[in-house]
């Protein structure tokens, strides 16, 4: 095949031009146009119902057909012209209100008379205008419109001033037009964003700013800081309202920008320090209503929250401070902590009402706790004298699930306590008396409140307190052995009731013993012979100082009855069936109680009204050693079985609390020396600061160890041989493996 013939196939199909030519009228453009010209008259002259819409239509099309397009279009815009800057005259004449009644007017027929010739000019709109890059026809008639009457001398800065005083008398509570207020910003909406923006949004702002600026002066001198709130919300409130009636929807942002700037954000401080009504008042009072309404604009501006939660904090603080310290507060460890649990539970109430329990918030209200409760050193014995009070009588009658919910309020208090270890030390001590007097409330309770302290803190912290419970089961069952093989042997004698506690698990107690009545220490020797013979390689050492018994008593005119007293008290009581009067010389002979435990005994028996089951000389509240003791033979009591309960003091006297922090002291000493040694093994070098920084973090969850004392136990692991320093950097410490 040859090239020639390929390239024939190739060229293009041509149409060759129409040769005839088309003779036109040289007056046919101007006939036309003035038909059209006319047509657009009689449109904005509203006598459009005798035109022919087809046949102008047919016009319009020819003349852009014949090359008229320019002329068509610079007609179109002359005509335009004139009848706007007409329409013009006519809106400046108008007076007073009628105004926008009649640029309204004038928008309207200007709209459907643009809508007609649009029609007519349909084949200019879509031929001639986008290829010669013209404005097309509707946009063109509303960039006449904006410039010979929007941007018309007389008009525009009257416009402007028309909308801005309307709107200024509606904020002082006339009633103005909304429907007319809405088509003229439409009108300025439709004509462009810049126009809207240019012509009024920005004067509108700016006028805003200065009202709210002056009113907002005006509200906060003679307002308490509740009422200038809700006013403050109102205008909010009625300028989001405004926005939606008549005004551009993305102006919203930017006038309620304005309000809260010049009605809260310029004023916060004055608001929340606000004498008498400020936020410190409103915390006081309780007032969820304003604290919300606070909350809820606050948060619409930069820092206004954190301003909120810092005067708060400062507040919670204070008071926090104020409440652990107040002498009268110490004197009754469970009113101090019922204090700070109504404390707890009002600013939960707040936060979850008024703040929309914003986290921010709960972690201010939980720093601010942590940050006080552990300014007394004595919060863990207190939190646990609550926990014992309330668990030895406070829940009696309670249901189940508000024993949960008092538990779950002790455990968030348990949470703040930096010195876990303590109250694990009292906690243990209280658990131990109630377990062995049979005081505790309920089982259940008590075996829930381990529950959440094991999920808290972990097994270690609890596996003591569950060898209690279980040492308590395995008594029960060594007690129905005894009776199961000496029962018959033992016929009338006393009955004997033994808690075997298990050294390790109870708290320790100094072994303290005292002459049992003779009785009573047959019956023992007889246990004690019992329990080793079927235990072998265990000791048993008798804890008096523990214990309780049942006396039967016949008083001088035979009134029986059941006295439930300490081990020690027994012992005193059963001395008084061999002698009628005896010294406090002679009872502390024969029963070799410890001296103060033998004062808050007899204290017990002697001066406690209602109670008093022997009579001292001389009559006084206190023991003295050369007071004399006998039965009250009058002694009476409405109740058959009658507790004579110990003097005991709640909380701990000064002697006892340094023996108890001595014992945590003690007690912390191999859990500093373990952590280290974990430590240092998984790292072989480390230096001194990052030790300490890291036993401090690991131990946390129990107390806040001191870093002198992690200091001595580096130095003790030194000298065994755990540790060594490096030689060339003494700060530097080495795991010896």
Known sequence: MNSSGSNQRKRNFQIEAFKHKVVVDPKYPDKTWKVLENAITQIYNHNSSALSFEELYRNAYNMVLHKFGEKLYSGLVKTITLHLQE?????????????LEELNRKWTDHNKALQMIRDILMYMDRTFIPSNHKTPVHELGLNLWRDNVIHSSKIQIRLLNTLLELIRRERTGEVINRGLMRNIIKMLMDLGPLVYQEDFEEHFLKVSAEFYRSESQEFIECCDCGDYLKKAERRLNEEIERVSQYLDANSETKI?????????ASHMPRLVHMDNSGLVNMLIDDKYEDLGRMYNLFRRVSNGLSTIRDVMTSHLRETGKQLVTDAEKLKDPVEFVQCLLNEK????????????????????????????????????????????EKLRKGLKGVSEEDIETILDKVMMLFRY???????????????????????????????????????????????????????????????????AAYGAELGDSPSLVVHVLTTGSWPTQTNITCNLPAEMSALCEKFRSYYLGTHTGRRLSWQTNMGTADLKAIFGKGQKHELNVSTYQMCVLMLFNSADRLSYKEIEQATEIPSSDLRRCLQSLACVKGKHVLWKEPMSKDIG????????????????????????????????????????????????????????????VLDHNNIIAEVTKQLQSRFLANPGEIKKRIESLIERDFLERDNSDRRLYRYLA
């Open 87 to 99: 329409m013009a005259t006519s809106i400046e004449a108008a007076q007073g209100g009628s105004f």
């Open 256 to 264: 309620t920008n304005v309000v809260e700037k010049e009605m809260i």
């Open 345 to 388: 539970d009002k600013y939960n109430k707040i936060i979850n009402l008024a703040f929309s329990n914003d986290k921010t918030f709960q972690n201010a209200l939980n720093s601010s706790f942590e940050y006080f409760i552990n300014l007394n050193p004595r919060s863990p014995e207190f939190i646990s004298l609550f926990v014992d």
């Open 417 to 483: 306590l930096q010195e876990k270890d303590v109250f694990e030390k009292y906690y243990k001590q209280h658990l131990a008396k109630r377990l062995l007097s049979g005081k505790t409330v309920s089982d259940d309770a008590e075996r829930s409140l381990i529950v959440k302290l094991k999920t808290e803190c972990g097994y270690q912290f609890t596996s003591k307190l569950e060898g209690m419970f279980t040492d308590m089961k395995t008594s029960q069952d060594t007690m129905q052995g005894f009776y």
């Open 625 to 684: 050693e050369e007071d004399a003791f006998f039965v009250n033979d009058k002694f009476s009591s409405k109740f058959y079985k009658v507790k004579i309960g110990t003097v005991v003091a709640q909380k701990e006297s000064e002697p006892e609390k340094q023996e108890t922090r001595q014992r945590v002291e003690e007690d912390r000493k191999p859990q500093i020396e373990a952590a280290i040694v974990r430590i240092m093994k998984s790292r072989r």
